[in-house]
């Protein structure tokens, strides 16, 4: 990576390291701001999987009547778990907040080391500003007496006071000079331990944003595996309710609500076997066969001409069969 830091932070008020320490320390602070901002998602996660863990309870307390009753299981399940990824990811979120935190502690070691290896570059940049000042005054000073005393030449001063003024010039020009060698000197120092601190902030910020992008990435994963989880309970919601069909519901009710499958009136009657001996006997009495009573004739007037005709055909025609078939062969006998 190019030294953006080492060609950026000079100036004539030499002001670079000031800013690129400072910067260092807002490292700190970004990483404390990233940490409230995931505990302030991780409590938004609780607070929705909360809500959701209620809602599935309610899910349970709808009513169980009626063939829709079924859907409301479907409902229940599917909430629950939705409930159960989001407390997931605030757990993880959790846990990544604390990872953060054993980072920033590691941030402030680190401050305090850089603070103790950069202490002579802040003396070079306390240098060159001194001196720096120094020598600006210095130069300002040898312009007026320069000034001056040409202006007492120009004037027709007396020569006591051209020399006085040169004097002074001479003693000015002096200063200036040293001011400029010393300026040199404390330059080279300043230029070279700026350029080897800048680098190290550079570095410092390097690993720093790194270490960040890290700590997004992890964030960004955790968050991704959760909505794939969630997205997983939605397909299964989809394909539940796709198996729910109409008629499942409606054979769920019947078989679980159902009365009965036996109708009114269809249990079978069970008819008396005819005999010879019972004709024979029926045959005899047929002189001594009673009216039927009240009751029979009421309870006959109810029957409809459908079971009056199945009335006769069983029970009436077999007996006139074999009554017939009786009478011939009487007459074979008397013949």
Not at 134 to 139: R, Y
Not at 295 to 306: A, K, P
Request: proline residues 1%; hydrophobic residues 35%; positive net charge.
């Amino acid at each position: 990576m190019m030294a953006y830091f080492v060609e950026n932070f000079w100036g004539e008020r030499n002001n670079g390291f000031d800013v690129l320490y400072h910067n260092m320390k807002h490292g700190h602070l970004s990483t404390k701001d990233l940490a409230e901002f995931i505990r302030e998602r991780a409590t938004i996660e609780e607070a929705y999987s909360r809500s959701m863990t209620k809602l599935a309870k309610s899910a349970g307390n709808y009513t169980q009547l009626g063939t829709f009753a079924p859907v409301w299981d479907v409902f229940k399940t599917s909430t629950e778990k939705l409930a159960s990824c989001h407390l997931d990811l605030m757990r993880r979120l959790q846990e990544l907040i604390k990872d953060i935190h054993k980072y920033g502690d590691e941030q402030i070691k680190t401050y305090k080391k850089t603070k103790d290896d950069v202490s002579g570059t802040l003396e070079a940049v306390q240098n060159i500003q001194r001196i720096t000042q120094a020598l600006q005054k210095s130069k300002e000073s040898y312009n007026a007496k320069w000034v001056e005393q040409e202006r007492l030449k120009k004037e027709g001063a007396t020569q006591r006071e051209v020399d006085k003024a040169a004097v002074k010039t001479k003693k000015a020009t002096d200063t200036y000079k040293l001011y400029v060698e010393k300026y040199a000197v404390v330059k080279s120092g300043f230029e070279q331990k700026m350029t080897e601190t800048a680098q190290k902030f550079q570095d410092i910020e390097e690993t720093h944003l790194l270490h960040m992008k890290e700590i997004i990435e992890s964030l960004s994963n955790t968050i991704k595996e959760i909505h794939l989880q969630i997205g997983e309970v939605h397909e299964e919601f989809i394909n539940n309710m796709t198996n729910t069909t109409v008629e499942s519901l409606i054979q769920k009710f019947a078989e679980s609500k159902g009365t009965g499958k036996e109708r009114p009136g269809t249990k079978a009657r069970k008819r008396k076997p005819f005999g010879l001996s019972g004709i024979m006997k029926k045959e005899k009495d047929t002189e001594s066969v009673e009216c039927p009573d009240t009751d029979s004739v009421v309870r006959l007037s109810h029957w409809s001409e459908t079971q009056l005709d199945l009335m006769c055909c069983v029970y009436f025609l077999p007996c006139l069969f074999w009554s017939l078939h009786l009478k011939k062969i009487i007459q074979q006998i008397h013949l």
